[in-house]
């Protein structure tokens, strides 16, 4: 892996890692809008607060960080950005210490404004070490890594965060009076804090590594790193593939989000429609989850044969089709097969975020950096539509479960997405 006689595997190697790490992030999340809907007593629109503050963290930083890499070094916006995200994990030691819900938003939003400087760094500095031709390819190899880190994200959640939170569910808890609660509380949010500050840790060690580690600088043909700004959005917004790109990356890491978050009420319901307790269902819920991870993880290697095969518009038709049908069989199935058709859907999602990513940036040229700031703001869709899903799931609907019908979302999602690579696919 050399351009222009510079070898860049150290450098791939240590990029990647940074895939793993933000996939930890986005994956030990997830399950928290549940458990923290527990811990505070709170609906599941409020638990969704959650995903507005992580997202919200990745939209306000994504431009902001491209600025920063375009008028220093890919190596400075890997460093900011870990400094930022140790800040935000470790942020939650004196959110517990305050106990109310706020603290943890404002950790939460601080930690993906340096997962925003990650990505917008990581993603176009990977397309960049080598042929351009093999740049959709490399990027999902790369980000082959980010559902590693994810697995690792659940694995925690299950084991040292769910299985060790109360047993008491979200009614009993509705039954204590203020002195017990409280006692309650702190004991799980001590629970909850114990994997992020020890993430920290990790997180500051990797950051002293990267003050030291040689990162080769590599430079777009004719990029302008101290050029006019107005002119580059000018060209980007004129520019229908890359335009057209950022909405469906938009719809897409919705969808995604969506499915992964809201698997833990979809199976709570079923499986407490079984007999479980809601904490016994909470856990099996999340070995469903860890199973769809796997899935995707694995499905992103196989895509990456594809791809030497067929067109990656053309793929990322068929694959947003399957995902409609799959999340189709999500809202009008009843129990475990509904279950089995939204881990499916992992399956089909593993080909998307670095696809429409490449597709869109195929010819942005000298306007990488901005570009990629674009495409890591429309990550805003994790912020925005969990949230509608959870309104829909607190609804009061007669005809069908609300957490069945809550799925409409990424449906609609994925017919964005699909119409995406039908249209690139035609190119």
Known sequence: MTREGV??????????????????ANDITNPMVKAFSK?????????ALVQVAFYGGYFCMALPAALFIRRHSFKSGIIMGLALYALGVLLFIPARAIGSFAPFLIAYFILTCGLSFLETTANPYILRMGDRETATRRLNLAQSFNPIG???GMFVAMNYIQARLSPLDTAQRATLDDASFEALKQSDLSILVQPYALLGVVLVGLLVLMLFLPIPSVRQ????????????FRRLMANKTYRNGVVAQFFYVGAQITCWT????????????????EQAAEVLSQRYNIVAMVIFCLMRFVN?????????????????????????????????????CLVGVSACMSLMFPTIY??????????TELGSAGLIMAILGGSLLPAVQAMIIDSDVTFMPSVNLSFIVPALCFVVVMLYGIAHARR
């Open 262 to 277: 809201f698997i833990i009420q979809y199976g709570t319901r079923v499986f407490m429609a079984q007999g479980m307790s």
């Open 304 to 340: 990456m044969y594809l791809m030497k095969y067929f067109k990656p518009g053309r793929l990322l038709a068929v694959f947003a089709a399957l995902a409609l049908l799959l999340v189709c069989g999500v809202i009008v199935l009843a129990g475990q097969a509904g279950m089995y």
């Open 150 to 152: 994810s697995l690792a």
């Open 39 to 47: 811990i505070f007593r709170m609906n599941v629109t409020q638990g």
């Open 221 to 232: 043909q004719g990029a302008d790193r101290h050029g006019a700004l107005l002119p580059a």
């Open 7 to 24: 070898s860049y595997v150290l450098p791939f190697i240590v990029v990647t890692c940074c895939f793993a790490l933000w996939g930890f």
């Open 358 to 367: 490449g597709l869109a940036l195929g010819d942005v040229n000298e306007d």
